[in-house]
């Protein structure tokens, strides 16, 4: 049990679909975050203040790194 | 040995940085200054000093070797071991300890649970961080000894003294300003090795042709996602429970080094961005340090030690002039690790241990004396204690051993004690010390209970599953905490703090 053995029949793209579905998932969670949260302590609110393009635009990139390798 | 022109650059190098840190000097006037830059950074400065703290030059020598012999997977170390964190840091931790007014995550501890949590993991990270400044010491005279014809005595001190003179009179703007430059510097030259390997190795497509020529030995090099039975240290089960849930949230939510930072900005939108920040510029760190190893692959295939990957490109493909930019680079390295280190010890000795438990009540000024001359007295035991390396090779492992124990558990009771008003100070402090105890078990055990080598990742997940198992059981069985305590410390509570010392469970 300390090994995982329990998924060793699991193959390495399935294990893939896990990561991008991990990724998606905190996506997802990023855009539920209310607004007043994310702009907090924020004088003259800007589009790009909004945090959740920051974090979606680093997802995007990591999803792209791990849908190719 | 480097030649005229690099001479200059790493002098150039070294002269430039001390008189950028000294500049920062005269912004320094209280503890909140010397400690947190008097709130006053903005996010992008944070976000670059966070990689720049989080890589030294060890990772662009160690991690190349690691991809020589394993391939790209060990670049879920950079990628999965700080994007999911980096993420839930900024959103959910770090805005609730930069309003609570924080110095210190084992304050927060304190706060929260109790000054015995408090104590024990102020206490582990600066002996950690001690002990890491000798062994970050001598990896510095061993680069100048075969390159600058410096002897390890020499290379030491002198690092010591820039290092020192900037941390001792700036403080933590300085070590974050020339985290900044350091970064830079960092990404400039490993971008280097990169770019002219990768045209040497007949480009990306010449790279990715040759190793796939080599045979079944290399068919998974390209493979982020190894299968649970492999070999290899990173199977994908010991990624996403070791790595990806508890090591990488621990280190990014749980090191001071690294939090300590993001309590320095102006404001917490500020705060949260340079977490944001600091996760894209680590996107590109894999390609820095784990590029060249593959290079290596391809160019000087058979080698029986993978460390040796690195300083062979270097060595064979650099012109002078570039020898010295990266040379300055892996400088840079070092002592962004060097000063982050000594500047957070400093104020982990100074908030946790002594206004905690030695001197209350004194003057800000006298705390900020207090935290430099902490960071003399640790810059002296780094450079006595250096040799070590050199007496017990094994050290610099032992030490990140001696950590790798404590972060599932410290992750543990951080996680419960931000989501679950239930836990109490007896939850917390039998998760912490029952975590680290299974940790050094599963450790002493490991021949028998795993069957890779080096199971660290799985030892992290279990000691994190004990540490939440006794915290909870523990919980249920004593005294919960009123709510009014938990105010500001607790997700979904009221964001009112509310100070340790007024806390009747203290």
């Known amino acids: ?69 | 040995m480097l030649s005229g022109i690099d001479y200059f650059i790493v002098i150039a190098y070294l002269v430039g940085i001390m008189v950028l840190g000294l500049y920062f000097a005269r912004f320094v006037r209280s503890a909140d200054d010397f400690f947190l830059c008097g709130r006053s950074l903005p996010f992008w400065a944070v976000g670059m000093s966070i990689v720049a703290t989080d890589i030294s030059a060890m990772d662009f020598v160690g991690v190349a070797g690691q991809s020589y012999r394993f391939g790209v997977s060990v670049g879920n170390f950079d990628w999965l071991g700080s994007m999911p964190a980096m993420l839930l840091a900024a959103f959910i931790f770090v805005p609730y300890f930069w309003k609570a007014g924080l110095y210190t995550i084992p304050e927060y501890l304190g706060r929260r649970y109790n000054d015995g949590v408090r104590a024990v993991a102020s206490m582990t990270w600066i002996i950690f961080f001690a002990l890491d400044l000798g062994v970050l010491f001598w990896a510095t005279a061993v680069m100048f000894e075969p390159l600058m014809g410096w002897p390890p005595w020499f290379s030491i001190i002198a690092t010591a003294i820039v290092v020192g003179l900037y941390t001792f009179f700036g403080g933590l703007t300085a070590v974050v300003m020339t985290d900044v430059v350091q970064m830079i510097i960092m990404f400039v030259g490993g971008a280097t090795v990169v770019v002219v390997g990768l045209y040497h190795a007949g480009g990306w497509d010449g790279l990715t042709d040759k190793i796939a020529t080599m045979g079944d030995a290399y068919q998974n090099h390209f493979k982020l996602i190894q299968p649970a039975d492999t070999q290899t240290p990173y199977p994908w089960t010991g990624i996403l429970f070791g790595l990806t849930l508890v090591m990488s949230n621990a280190y990014m939510i749980g090191n001071q080094a690294i939090v300590q930072r993001c309590l320095a900005t102006k404001s917490v939108w500020h705060a949260k961005a340079s977490m944001l920040c600091g996760a894209f510029f680590k996107m590109f760190i894999p390609m820095l340090v784990m590029f060249p190893g593959l290079i290596a692959v391809a160019m000087y295939p058979g080698m029986e030690d993978g460390d040796k990957a690195f300083p062979t490109l270097v060595k064979n493909l650099l012109p002078p002039g570039l020898r010295g930019l990266l040379f300055a680079g892996f400088l840079a390295g070092l002592m962004s690790t060097i000063d982050s280190i000594l500047n957070s010890t400093a104020t982990l000795w100074t908030k946790d241990v002594y206004e905690r438990f030695l001197k209350k009540g004194a003057s800000s000024r006298h705390y900020m004396i207090v935290g430099q001359l902490a960071t003399v007295v640790l810059l002296i035991f780094g450079v006595i204690t250096s040799p070590l390396s050199k007496q017990f090779p094994g050290i610099y492992v032992a030490i990140q051993t001696f950590l790798s124990f404590f972060q599932g558990p410290a992750f543990s009771i951080l996680l419960l004690g931000m989501f679950w008003p239930r836990a109490t100070q007896w939850g917390g402090l039998v998760g912490l010390v029952g975590g680290i105890c299974t940790s050094i078990l599963l450790y002493i055990f490991k021949g028998h209970l795993f069957t890779i080598e080096e199971p660290f990742l799985y030892i992290s997940w279990w000691s994190f599953v004990v540490g939440v198992l006794l915290n909870v059981a523990v919980s249920f069985a004593t005294k919960p905490h009123p709510n009014g305590r938990l105010a500001g410390l607790v997700f979904g509570l009221p964001k009112v703090p509310q100070s340790s010392c007024e806390a009747p469970a203290c």
């Open chain 1, 1 to 69: 049990m300390l090994n995982f053995d329990w998924l060793r029949n699991v193959s390495p793209a399935a294990a893939k679909a896990v990561f991008l579905g991990l990724f998606i998932v905190s996506g997802l969670l990023v855009l539920m975050i209310p607004k007043a949260s994310i702009l907090e302590g924020v004088e003259n609110p800007r589009w790009w203040h909004n945090l959740k393009l920051w974090a979606l635009g680093v997802l995007a990139i990591i999803f792209t790194i791990y849908s190719i390798f």
